[in-house]
Nanobody, 121 residues
Framework: QVQLLESGGGLVQAGGSLRLSCAASGRTFSRYRMGWFRQAPGKEREFVSAMNWSGARTDYADSVKGRFTISRDTKNTVYLQMNSLKPEDTAVYYC???????????????WGQGTQVTVSS
């Protein structure tokens, strides 16, 4: 079993920055990919970013390319650095882990509970 816990969400003004954290516990493996999704009110959950646990590969949604960066440390924690935030980035952000870990939600195996990010205009 893999458990994921997100933190770091909050309220920020447009143009500002936030860093989200995802702490992983339980069984973790080098083949697992880690990722971030988000879900705004009234909308479907959408892919934001993903990486191999090694950090060798990273992927980003077109909407966040050049603004968001996914990374990890050596303590089983994955980060999402969010710069130049826009009101359209307002959503609940979810951490995910999986062996395949593509853009479709069905390719992910484990999910955190989510952390709220609100960007004011």
């Amino acid at each position: 079993q893999v458990q994921l816990l997100e933190s770091g969400g909050g309220l920020v003004q447009a143009g500002g920055s936030l860093r989200l954290s995802c702490a992983a516990s339980g069984r973790t493996f080098s083949r697992y990919r880690m990722g971030w999704f988000r879900q705004a009110p009234g909308k479907e959950r959408e892919f934001v970013s993903a990486m191999n646990w090694s950090g060798a590969r990273t992927d980003y949604a077109d909407s966040v390319k050049g603004r968001f960066t996914i990374s990890r440390d050596t303590k089983n924690t994955v980060y999402l650095q969010m710069n130049s935030l826009k009101p359209e980035d307002t959503a609940v952000y979810y951490c995910a882990a999986g062996q395949l870990g593509g853009q479709p939600m069905r390719t992910w195996d484990y999910w955190g509970q989510g952390t709220q990010v609100t960007v004011s205009s």
